[in-house]
């Protein structure tokens, strides 16, 4: 099949995503001197915006490609969840899968920009567990809405906020494989472990080697790919995974297929040439691959269209989503 053709089946696709959402806020400026307060730079914010952003932006990723996205989260009963809401209105996002808490807050990352420079961010949030009932209303909703439509797979977007839990992975996960739904994940260290049963675990090096507490030697590419095979034969048979995919920073992408017993490497080589931000990368990356796969893509495929989206927005400042015409220009 040509690009163009992977990209009609993809936008027929369903995708649910489970996570942690947040508001991307940016203040945008120049930056001409060094404060006599202190030696920061002053930026003349010229220019703001309000993005969707965490799990939020995987499914901008999802939507830019065509498909459908079904965000499945809990915000808080604030001003700033009425704000998210309203994005996603603008954004004629479907709202069904979001659930509103008084007991959190939710979470607001606010980045300066200045002359195209990523100066500081400053974080507004809760990041303890979601409580028994905040859990029974999130799930009601990923139950309620599996059954209303065909769900054709299954993100798990952890970003350590608490919106993922123990109990949420075991309880979607059981349904998803009760009803044949690929599942994907991308994880963060508190929940590394409880994945089990899934089809695509995504971890960067870093958090492989914490989530494993193993080391990885990257001298050359033979002893890497050596390590990480290791490491995803301990993933496979803790966790039963079908599939790890670890993305290596300007290294590319290591994928490692065991859906036929024994292992497969696939070492990918990055194609991103000039990186000015990594912000929503492992965002673009799980969308695009997920969207992949469940379109019936074979994985050495999937993970060059995931690998080549990656390095796309990597060149771009900000967390912003894959665009579908330019990645098919790039592929």
Request: one cysteine or more; glycine letters at 6%; a negative charge.
């Amino acid at each position: 099949m040509t690009t163009n053709e992977w990209f009609d089946k993809m936008s027929h696709e369903r995708v649910m995503i489970v996570g942690d959402v947040m508001t991307d806020n940016y203040m945008w400026g120049n930056v001409t001197r060094i404060s006599p307060e202190a030696p920061v730079p002053v930026v003349s914010v010229t220019k703001r915006e309000r993005r969707l952003g965490g799990a939020a932006n995987v499914a901008l990723n999802i939507e830019s490609m065509g498909a459908m996205p079904i965000i499945c989260s809990v915000l808080g009963d604030d001003d700033n969840g009425k704000d998210f809401l309203q994005i996603m209105y603008r954004n004629n996002m479907d709202r069904r899968g979001i659930v509103t808490s008084d007991n959190r807050m939710t979470t607001v990352k606010s980045r300066v920009i200045g002359n195209n420079a990523h100066i500081v961010r400053v974080d507004e949030e809760n990041t303890h567990p979601l409580s028994t009932i905040e859990e029974d209303h999130l799930l009601e909703r990923i139950g309620r809405t599996i059954k209303a439509m065909p769900v054709n797979a299954i993100i798990f977007q952890d970003y350590d906020k608490g919106c993922i839990t123990p109990r949420i992975i075991e309880e979607v996960t059981t349904i998803a494989n009760r009803k044949k739904i690929l599942t994907t994940v991308d994880p963060k260290h508190r929940n590394f472990a409880a994945f089990k049963n899934v089809s695509l675990f995504k971890p960067n090096l870093k958090e492989l080697r914490e989530g494993l507490n193993i080391e990885i030697d990257e001298s050359s590419d033979d002893s890497m790919i050596k390590d990480l095979t290791k490491a995803s034969t301990i993933l496979h048979e803790n966790q039963n995974i079908d599939i790890v995919l670890i993305t290596l920073s300007s290294r590319g992408m290591y994928a490692c297929d065991f859906r036929q017993g024994e292992p497969r490497a696939i070492l990918t080589p990055s194609c991103a040439h000039a990186v000015s931000d990594v912000s929503g990368a492992g965002d673009t990356v799980i969308s695009v691959i997920t969207l992949a796969l469940a379109a019936g893509m074979d994985l050495e495929q999937a993970v060059r269209f995931a690998n080549t989206a990656g390095g796309i927005v990597c060149g771009q400042v900000g967390v912003v989503p894959i665009e579908r015409d330019r990645l098919a220009n790039a592929l």
